[in-house]
């Protein structure tokens, strides 16, 4: 099995920074693509960020554009998620996804096979 393993939530102001990490442990696998999602209690998990894993293709969601940044080192571990300009909007549980093939839409949920336990970032004013 594989494990996927987020850290770097906190809490910070608004218009900081906070990098998340994403690393995988126990079998290794190849995988498609990996993603960044995020949740507020009582909402649907929603896309945040994706990268493709073999041509390091990114895709945001157009709340995040311009701001987050997605990206991994030569297709190892960990992948990243940079976040400039914060928001309280932002504030969620940040989960990491990864999908071994191909699954349609990198914003699609369901593509995803595997998830962490989710970091908790929280933007206050």
């Known amino acids: 099995q594989v494990q996927l393993v987020e850290s770097g939530g906190g809490l910070v102001q608004t218009g900081n920074s906070l990098r998340l990490s994403c690393a995988a442990s126990g079998r290794t696998f190849s995988w498609q693509a990996m993603g960044w999602f995020r949740q507020v209690l009582g909402k649907e998990r929603e896309f945040v960020a994706a990268?493709?894993?073999?041509?390091?293709?990114?895709y945001y969601a157009d709340s995040v554009k311009g701001r987050f940044t997605i990206s991994r080192n030569n297709a190892k571990y960990p992948v990243y998620l940079q976040m400039n300009s914060l928001k309280s909007e932002d504030t969620a549980v940040y989960y990491c996804?990864?999908?071994?093939?191909?699954?349609?839409?990198?914003?699609?949920?369901?593509?995803?096979?595997?998830w962490g336990q989710g970091t908790q970032v929280t933007v206050s004013s």
């Open positions: 996804a990864g999908r071994t093939r191909y699954s349609g839409s990198y914003s699609f949920l369901g593509g995803y096979n595997y």
């Open positions: 990268i493709s894993w073999s041509g390091g293709s990114t």
